[in-house]
Nanobody, 120 residues
Framework: QVQLVESGGGLVQAGGSLRLSCAAA?????????MNWYRQAPGKQRELVAA???????DYADSVKGRFTISRDNAKNTVYLQMNSLKPEDTAVYFC?????????????WGQGTQVTVSS
């Protein structure tokens, strides 16, 4: 079983910055393929914010392009989301997601979520 542990959420004023981290851990050997950040605001569906492949390719939702940067440290099995120029509409619970292969089986794993609140 693989666990994703997130950190870095909090309360920030509009225009501020936050950095989210998500570390994967398991007692078994594993390989991380795609790592993603999703978010879910109250009353809304969960949406993909950013994705990064093992080779480093990235993709972003239009709403965060130019403000958010996703990166990963493969040696630490960790993905980051640097969020700049935050807006009140960025307020949501942010979830880390990863497609991970362990013992030749690929599965999708989710973190517990971290709250990001942007005040106006």
């Amino acid at each position: 079983q693989v666990q994703l542990v997130e950190s870095g959420g909090g309360l920030v004023q509009a225009g501020g910055s936050l950095r989210l981290s998500c570390a994967a851990a398991s007692e078994s050997a594993f390989s991380i393929n795609v790592m993603n950040w999703y978010r879910q605001a109250p009353g809304k569906q969960r949406e993909l914010v950013a994705a990064i492949g093992r080779s480093g390719w990235t993709d972003y939702a239009d709403s965060v392009k130019g403000r958010f940067t996703i990166s990963r440290d493969n040696a630490k099995n960790t993905v980051y989301l640097q969020m700049n120029s935050l807006k009140p509409e960025d307020t949501a619970v942010y979830f880390c997601n990863a497609v991970i292969t362990s013992r030749s089986v690929a599965n999708s794993y989710w973190g517990q979520g971290t709250q990001v609140t942007v005040s106006s």
